[in-house]
């Protein structure tokens, strides 16, 4: 499972790592929790437009790396609280799909290099999702009301924390770049120059730590935790 906070955060963070392991044939379903209806600078846009926009987009990018099902929560864009709505909104969605392996954003990370600071979404679904992950999914007492909906317990027993400051975990991603930029090309109500992106995704960047025969990487901190 694939917890993020808008359309398009999966294909950056980790659209790679999915691609590998949908090859490997292992079921992939993303939980989204906003459709990302603040993300347009078009003066004419309406947030309920741009959210259908969006949400077809991150459908088409999620089909062509071979995730199962897409699932969208519908919180607001830009107003993602780490509170115990979203954490029981999370939790039911793990109950629900049963994952063995979460991946989630960093909620401890503010800020990139000099230039690029995180978005505070990005920290709450985190934040909120750790929260899920333990204790609220495997606790029994924790969120009652969802046993009440038929959705028992449940452990996750890996996560995969993207955009960590002290990686442990680096997936090279060589074989599947190109398939990870397609995906990314679907989502076109966000990229003014898609071609500037293109050229960044396939430079090669090295993340901390990251070994030197991988040329393109995704990494993660990882976590075992089952």
Known sequence: MVI??????????????????ARQEREIVYVLCTSGDKGSEDPAMT???????????QRRAAQRLGVVEVVFLRFRDGELMPDLELRRAITRA?????????????PARYYFGSSFVNHP????????????IYPAARDRLN????LEEGLEPHKVK?????GASEPNVWIDIGEVLSLKIEALREHRSQF??????????????????QPEHIRHAEAFKHLSIG
Do not use: K
């Not at 947030?47 to 987009?57: H, S, V």
């Not at 793990?94 to 960093?106: E, H, T, V």
């Not at 890996?158 to 993207?162: G, I, P």
């Not at 003014?192 to 730590?209: H, I, M, Q, S, T």
């Open 47 to 57: 947030p309920q437009r741009l959210a259908e926009i969006r949400e077809e987009e």
């Open 4 to 21: 993020m906070a808008h359309p398009d955060d999966p294909e950056f963070s980790c659209g790679g790592t999915v691609a590998l392991w």
């Open 192 to 209: 003014a120059d898609f071609a500037w992106v293109e050229g960044r995704l396939r430079e090669p960047y090295r993340f901390p730590g």
């Open 121 to 132: 979404d990005h920290r709450a679904v985190g934040e909120a999702a750790l929260a899920a």
């Open 158 to 162: 890996e996560v995969y924390l993207s």
């Open 143 to 146: 969120f009652p009301e969802l």
């Open 94 to 106: 793990i109950r629900r799909y049963q994952p063995d392996i979460a991946i989630i954003p960093d």
